[in-house]
């Protein structure tokens, strides 16, 4: 569709076509970045009860991007939005509470929102939980829920869940301690382009724990994690 069409239809008060409008100019798409006019189509969206054009808003109050700085305005957003169903808003209010400095930082509604995340979908959401859960941050640990959720989110294809799943077995943390099975799931984070996993991978060659020991081997997999900016992985790389 291009943009005129979706101009005419966003004019026409499509809230679907106004908040692709408030992407083009928050992005400057093939127009002028303008994020103040971002948000006024977003706004004119999110006058229509559209969660997208709620969360994008949040976002730009949170982050000052466009709008003015405001983190109580901007949570107020994230609840409409995430009210209304909007596994990204749940993410965010659950950042919010972790991890935002100007907000009182509150695990426990962290976990509740990430939670609510996840069951919407958003494997972030559910990283956040195995994360929490793992480290008992505001909640009991949990390593078998950690590793569940771990589990769903690698199956989902990301990443970091394989290095976290590998670092479980690796130290036996609340488990029977398994290099073979740590192995398994690094190399699997690995092949999908973690690059703490490869650095793993190298250290675990070196040490033959898990995997025989191969100076060759450890140089291919800290060679491609140095490639990709572990700072770990070149310094061993330098001391070989």
Known sequence: MSYEDVLKRAKGGDPDAQVAMGYLFFRGDGVTQDRREAARWFGLAADQGNAEA????????AHGAGLRLDLEKAMELYERSAELGYARAMFN???????????????????????RSAEAGSVMGMYR??????E???????????IDSYAKCLDAGYPKAGYRLGQIYL??????????????????????????????????????????????????????????????????????
């Open 54 to 61: 709620l969360c994008n808003l949040g976002y730009m109050r």
């Open 93 to 115: 209010l659950g950042f919010m509470y972790s991890d935002v400095e100007g907000v009182e930082q509150d695990w426990g509604k962290a976990f509740e929102w990430y939670s």
């Open 129 to 134: 939980m195995g994360v929490m859960l793992q």
């Open 136 to 146: 008992g941050r505001g909640i009991p640990k949990d390593i078998p829920k950690a």
């Open 171 to 240: 130290a036996g943390d609340g488990v029977q301690r398994n290099p073979d099975k740590a192995a398994k799931y690094m190399i699997k984070a690995a092949d999908m382009g973690s690059e703490d996993a490869m650095c793993e991978l190298g250290k675990m060659s070196l040490s033959g724990e898990g995997m025989v020991r191969s100076e060759n081997n450890a140089r291919k997999w800290l060679s491609k994690a140095a490639a990709r900016g572990s700072a770990e992985a070149k310094d061993l790389l330098d001391r070989m």
